[in-house]
């Protein structure tokens, strides 16, 4: 059931009372209850370095195990959400949402039997909760040291090109950094793969993307150099659709053979693996039709692995999730590699 927290939770055990839907004796037990609004999370947030990303959870309604004590009275749940749909919700019960639950396997799809992708009003709240935070992290990305950014685009690259994970892989799709969006450096990491083949691990096939409009339509293109990228009229490096000697390149959704790593860049993520993109849903869009296709196929979900400064590490709930967000199955930072999902953790032997 989700509770009331304006004062009416009197009706609700009346309700059941006349009801006849209270089970067993009369109880001081607590119903997986909290006692004090601390425990609530109303409390003003901020990210482990320090980023003020304002009331969390801003919107939500809270499930009964959460709820504060329920004295006198053991209580059955299903009993307890019929009776409360029965009851008029107030303005602001009307603006909560409900948890959002995640399914395990990669890659992941945030699912939720409340929320429908296309309910657009019910939501309006986590999208605005979206907005606030990456204005947030970017204030943060912009304030950041060079040097310190530096050290970091150092660090996380090296982490990358050492990794046994990133060695094995032989077809990945990147992300080409742009320095404008404060993006995690991939210019070493990439140049490096095309230029000299690994010693101790794998020849390897890079696609990069290349977005083809604003209604969320991006490409994964193979470049088999640096030379390979021009820039767009955002001055971001893509490949072309044909190569210099005018051939069509290969998209990653028309190979023969399926990719087993993405690197993804992203505004902020989070432990649980929650990624906060810039808005456009190009990565969610893409990452979406490419598991459907290796389902189709029957191949091996790729790794999802982001890349992420350490002021772009969220607390766990911090980042609100919608249907149709990609959860990560590792995190790269400075000071290493987070496994997330369990083939995070099979992969990167954890």
């Known amino acids: 059931m989700f509770w009331d927290w304006e004062g009416r939770s ?3 055990l009346a309700l059941m009372s006349k009801s006849g839907l209270l089970q067993g004796k009369p109880t001081n037990l607590v119903v997986n209850g909290c006692q ?3 425990a609530f999370g109303l409390a003003n947030h901020r990210s482990p370095a320090g980023v003020d990303v304002g009331r969390s959870p801003k919107a939500r309604r809270w499930a009964i195990s959460e709820a504060p004590m329920i004295r006198n009275y053991k209580v059955s749940p299903s009993a307890a959400n019929l009776l409360f749909n029965r009851l008029a ?3 602001f019960q009307q603006t909560l949402l409900p948890l959002s639950c995640c399914s395990s396997g990669s890659p992941k799809m945030a699912s939720n039997e409340s929320i429908k992708s296309g309910n657009e009003e019910q939501l309006k709240p986590i999208f605005e909760q979206k907005r606030v935070l990456r204005s947030s992290v970017r204030k943060a990305l912009k304030a950041m040291d060079p040097s310190l950014r530096s050290h970091e685009d150092n660090a996380i690259q090296s982490i ?3 990794a046994p994970w990133f ?5 990945l799709c990147a992300y080409v950094s742009c320095s404008a969006l404060r993006e995690v450096d991939t210019s070493r990491l990439l140049s490096e793969t095309l230029q000299h083949p690994p010693k101790d691990g794998y020849p390897k096939k890079i696609y990069v993307p290349r977005v083809e409009d604003k209604n969320s339509h991006m490409r994964m293109f193979n470049i088999s150099r640096m030379d390979d990228l021009i820039a767009n009229s955002m001055n971001i490096l893509e490949p072309a659709p044909v190569d210099g000697d005018g051939n069509q390149r290969e998209d990653v959704m028309q190979t023969k053979d399926p990719i087993d790593l993405l690197l993804l860049p992203g505004l902020a993520f989070d432990k649980s693996g929650r990624r906060l993109g ?3 849903g190009y990565y969610d869009t893409f990452l979406k039709n490419y598991q459907e296709l290796a389902k189709a196929r029957n ?3 790729p790794l999802l692995v982001a890349l992420s400064y350490s002021v772009q590490i969220m607390d766990e709930g911090i980042i ?6 990609v959860l990560v199955d590792a995190l790269v930072t400075p000071s290493g590699v987070i496994p997330i999902s369990p083939a995070g953790l099979d992969k990167m032997k954890v």
Do not use: M
């Open 299 to 301: 191949w091996k979900q």
């Open 36 to 38: 004090n609004s601390a």
């Open 320 to 325: 609100p999730l919608t249907p149709n967000d």
């Open 89 to 91: 919700l107030s303005p």
């Open 10 to 12: 009197w009706r609700i």
């Open 167 to 171: 060695k094995s892989s032989q077809r």
């Open 278 to 280: 810039r808005g456009g």
């Open 160 to 162: 990358v090109l050492e």
